[in-house]
């Protein structure tokens, strides 16, 4: 698949936006994307949703004098289905949890990373199939693709933060966690009759 992702602003604008479904005005989702550690000033959100107005992907609408909504374009997800409200009630969720999950020992945190990461990769995997399935559907799998990616990324996001605060105390505990979680796929017994051993 032609991955070319949308830069980090756009992104995480999108993220946000696909969780609350609705039509949302611009200071709401400025102080929502601040909220969820996604820090960006009115100037540079105002470029972004420009941006994204324009390639049609999310909808402007003028509520007022000087009040503006916006909300996802679902007309170009069709695709996206019930995946989509699945994922969304999922991400919804966990973003609510964000202050308990900081606070999680560093090796949970690390296997609530991990689960996620699993999870991604599968729906990845499918939507590149279905990609390769359904030629005519190729911008609405595409664009699946990137939203799965920007439902899970989140999760990984949270972790590498807390090891940029906290580099000393998460440089030991959450790489071996990841050390440990290797190991045990490495050793898994399904693995190993695959690999013939």
Request: charged content about 30%; overall charge positive.
């Amino acid at each position: 698949m032609n991955k070319q992702p949308l830069d980090e602003y756009c992104k995480n604008i999108l993220s946000v936006m696909l969780i609350v479904r609705e039509e949302i005005r611009f200071n709401d989702l400025y102080r929502m994307l601040n909220k969820h550690g996604f820090e960006v000033s009115k100037p540079t959100l105002s470029e972004h949703l420009k941006h994204l107005t324009k390639k049609k992907i999310i909808l402007r609408r003028k509520t007022g004098i000087q009040s503006i909504s916006y909300k996802p374009n679902f007309e170009k997800f069709r695709n996206l289905g019930e995946t989509s409200a699945g994922l969304n009630e999922l991400l919804k969720l966990h973003l609510d949890a964000m202050e308990k999950y900081k606070v999680l020992p560093i090796k949970e945190q690390v296997e609530y990373v991990h689960s996620f990461m699993v999870l991604q990769e599968l729906f990845l995997l499918k939507t590149e199939m279905l990609y390769t399935f359904e030629p005519e559907k190729r911008l609405d799998h595409f664009l699946n693709y990137l939203f799965t990616i920007q439902y899970f990324e989140v999760f990984k996001d949270w972790l590498l933060n807390n090891c940029q605060k906290n580099p000393e105390k998460y440089k030991g505990e959450a790489t071996k966690a990841i050390d440990d979680l290797a190991i045990r796929y490495i050793n898994a017994p399904n693995l190993k009759a695959i690999l013939g051993e």
